[in-house]
């Protein structure tokens, strides 16, 4: 379960922001998502029997037309593409749609025109998983539970481009590595710069992370 979704006693909001603002007040360099400004909606958690409290910032996010699928809950780590060339990609895959009825010969100003704001960006990534979009040069292979079983891979080729089996003769077919069936793995709505992070892991992979999980009223 998100913690966003989570329902909370009516008078834990404004005691917590509270206190919240109380502790922003007293760092004058607390992480932009720590700010009351920034802050929509915090839940108090109690670690065992001492009673300590550990804060998780939500945020929300106006703009959800780009939509950030993370390889993995690493912000900054790059990963081999899987091309062959030795070139490398960023740490997600940038996701999001195109509205079918834009005119694309006259876009405007706007860079971001024609793209939907995306209602359900978890989905989105999963989807994006699901394709077998998400493994880059088999980046998160480790994710994968040993006795998943994902669509077959793709055979081996000659120089010309043909399938080819293991003794290198002419494949039947030629399965594709991309399509339904790959795992997905549990995903979690955060924010990164501004943006809409999709990143695996449970819900508190954001707090991990030391960033604030997506605000689901945004």
């Known amino acids: 379960m998100n913690l966003s979704n989570i329902e909370f006693p009516g008078d834990t909001r404004p005691a917590v922001r509270a206190a919240l603002v109380r502790e922003a007040a ?11 400004a920034a802050l929509t ?28 699928c993370y390889y993995r809950a690493d912000l900054t780590r790059e990963y081999p593409s899987g091309n062959g060339f030795g070139s490398t990609l960023g740490p997600y895959l940038l996701s999001g749609a195109m509205d079918e009825g834009f005119d694309s010969s006259n876009p405007g100003p706007d860079p971001q025109a024609g793209k939907k704001q995306i209602e359900d960006p978890v989905a989105l990534c999963a989807f994006n998983w699901d394709q077998g979009l998400m493994n880059p040069g088999g980046a998160t292979d480790d994710l994968i539970p040993p006795d998943f079983e994902g ?6 080729q000659d120089l010309d481009g043909k399938a080819t089996d293991a003794q ?3 494949a039947p077919a030629m399965p594709n ?3 339904p069936g790959h795992y997905v793995p549990e995903l979690t709505a955060c ?8 990143i695996p892991g449970p819900h508190s992979v954001c707090s991990q992370l030391g960033i604030p999980t997506l605000d689901a009223g945004s």
């Not at 007293?26 to 009351?36: S, T, V």
């Not at 669509?151 to 081996?156: G, I, K, L, T, V």
């Open 177 to 179: 590595n991309f399509g």
């Open 191 to 198: 924010v990164v710069d501004n943006a809409v992070a999709i």
């Open 151 to 156: 669509p077959a891979a793709r055979p081996p």
């Open 168 to 170: 290198g003769n002419p």
């Open 41 to 68: 909606f915090a839940g108090i958690a109690l670690a065992g029997s001492t009673a300590a409290m550990a804060y998780v910032a939500f945020a929300p996010v106006e703009d959800k037309r780009d939509i950030r």
């Open 26 to 36: 007293n760092r004058r360099r607390a992480p932009w998502w720590r700010r009351p």
